[in-house]
């Protein structure tokens, strides 16, 4: 799997856009970019996944670029309960079931 | 609701015990995942199975064991020869179509302390 690149932090205001980058210029054509977020102590949560095209769920939307060799993910209006440690994972394709490659993420604080 | 549970929530475990930590899901999911996590750190693949009676070691599989009788069960299995075990321990599942279009959901965890 692609290795991905992200900022160590960032802060946002309450009730703004939160964007997310991810760099993964070493992306294959067949490898998804997934994005995940994990509060203090608990379990990590899915949020979105795409290919190429762009996508939105009810929790954010996924921007990937042209190139595919980064993306953004955008929390259109950030609360605190948004405060966690964003993970951007590249996955391959290829069969079977392995595991996910997680970084050190992008630790997002919402300020009030 | 559906969803994935880890027991216990806080687990102590002496010097030399084998401890299992259980995952149970109500998906109907076929793969399920183990993973460690240290402070600080992002998450380690310690075993996957995709299928009943059938798993895989990931990353960093010394030291543990995992059984996949049933479906909707994996527990892992820290032994003595652990030497490391304190961690928060991460059960996952998905669906399993041969391909990555399929995200894992994880559960709550399980922090593993060494008395």
């Known amino acids: 799997d692609a290795k991905t690149t992200q900022p160590p932090s960032m802060d946002c205001a309450e009730g703004r856009a939160a964007n997310l980058p991810c760099n993964h210029s070493t992306i294959s054509g067949n490898e998804y970019v997934y994005w995940y977020r994990q509060i203090h102590s608990q379990g990590p949560q899915y949020i979105i996944h795409?290919?190429?095209n762009n996508e939105t769920n009810e929790m954010a939307s996924l921007i990937i670029t042209e190139d595919r060799k980064s993306s953004t993910l955008i929390l259109p209006h950030a609360t605190l309960r948004d405060t966690a440690v964003y993970y951007c994972i590249v996955r391959g394709t290829g069969g079977g079931a392995d595991g996910l490659t997680f970084g050190k993420g992008t630790h997002l604080i919402i300020q009030p | 609701d559906g969803g994935i549970t880890q027991s216990p929530k806080y687990l102590f475990r002496k010097e030399g015990q084998n401890v299992t930590l259980s995952c149970e899901q109500n998906l109907n999911h076929d793969a399920m995942y183990w993973y460690r996590q240290d402070p600080g750190q992002g998450l380690r693949l310690i075993y996957y199975s995709q299928i009943v009676n059938d798993f895989q070691k990931g990353d960093i599989a010394e030291g543990y064991s995992v059984s996949r009788e049933k479906k909707e069960s994996f527990p892992l299995t820290v032994t003595s020869a652990q030497k490391n075990p304190t961690a928060f321990y991460l059960c996952a599942s998905s669906k399993n179509t041969g391909g990555f279009n399929q995200p894992q959901h994880f559960g709550d965890g399980t922090r593993l302390s060494i008395l």
């Open positions: 795409g290919l190429k």
